[in-house]
């Protein structure tokens, strides 16, 4: 079903009151207990035009930066068929130029569906509403994945110089939930492009992230990837890791990506120079052995003559 068909679920409504809080005109203020939360802004008004798509500029507050080809193309063919249902809503700049607030698929969609001009709420906001409101927008789209919801978050924490409690009111959700999305950002980079691209599930992520060491974390993110666990697997080897004496801690204990490849360049270089298959094995501690495998005498001597001994 494409976005303009969609009909709101009660579930959205709950979700949408933060960014109502800011959209609101000044008598729908007036008329709830939002104004308090107004206050330390200028009023938000608009109206709703036909704006030509040429006027209007993207968003530089736009926290997404990939759209799907595919679902715009089916989007435009649904506008090309019912036209524009949901007005996208922008800023004005001058009297011929309007900058996107929120509602750039819809936008794009337009272009390639070939109209001229396209509905529009113009609203009155300044930079940091312009990117509040662009932010809780995307974050109450049921398609955002996990890491940008975290990143928009953080981005409203940091930009917006929001404090978590508020966050929590602004896009209808409760404190720990937002702090679950935030400690994924603490995840080391390869498991956090895995849960953008959707190669792991935000329960395979929220299960890893209550081990604190990035080295173990890899390691069960390694296992998910090759073994296709299941988040009650992941569950069940992150306790294991957390009781001591585990196999699997054992063996994450050992694993350190870097020094790991290291070894293995320094395995290959050996096996090479001495002609025969040489073993290096290495503890946590960086311990370990190198065994030089040999098949007879003569096979030792000529080792031993590229030791120079």
Excluded: W
């Excluded at 337009?110 to 930079?127: E, F």
């Excluded at 409690?165 to 390869?190: A, F, I, Q, S």
Aim: hydrophobic fraction near 35%; charged fraction near 30%.
């Amino acid at each position: 079903m494409s976005e303009e068909n969609k009909k709101p679920t009660p579930k959205k409504q709950a979700l949408g009151r933060g960014l109502g809080a800011l959209l609101t005109d000044s008598q729908s203020q007036r008329n709830t207990g939002a104004v308090e939360n107004s206050l330390r802004k200028p009023p938000v008004t608009s109206n709703m035009d036909e704006i030509p798509l040429e006027q209007i500029e993207t968003n530089p507050f736009q926290p997404r930066t990939h759209f799907d080809q595919d679902a715009l193309e089916e989007l435009a063919d649904s506008i090309k068929t019912q036209g524009i249902i949901q007005p996208i809503t922008v800023r004005k700049l001058s009297p011929e130029k309007y900058q996107l607030i929120s509602g750039e698929r819809r936008y794009q969609a337009s272009k390639l569906a070939g109209l001229q001009k396209i509905p529009a709420y113009v609203r009155t906001a300044n930079d940091q509403q312009m990117l509040e409101m662009a932010l809780i927008e995307n974050i109450q789209r049921e398609n955002l994945n996990a890491i940008e919801i975290a990143l928009s978050y953080q981005r409203l924490l940091t930009e917006c110089e929001l404090k978590q409690e508020e966050l929590g009111d602004r896009v209808g959700k409760k404190r720990t939930t937002v702090n679950n999305y935030l400690r994924l950002l603490k995840l080391p980079p390869d498991i956090q492009i895995a849960l953008r691209d959707n190669s792991i599930s935000m329960g395979h992520a929220r299960a890893i992230i209550n081990i604190d060491d990035p080295a173990k974390q890899l390691y069960i993110f390694k296992k998910i990837v090759n073994e296709g666990l299941s988040v009650r697997n992941v569950e069940k080897l992150v306790r294991e890791l957390s009781t001591g004496n585990s196999p699997a801690k054992k063996e994450a204990s050992r694993l350190d990506p870097d020094k790991e490849r290291e070894f293995k360049q320094l395995q290959f270089k050996l096996s090479s120079h001495f002609g025969t298959k040489v073993n290096v094995k290495t503890d946590e501690n960086e311990k370990g052995e190198i065994k030089i495998p040999f098949v007879s005498t003569e096979d030792l001597n000529r080792i031993l003559d590229l030791l120079n001994m």
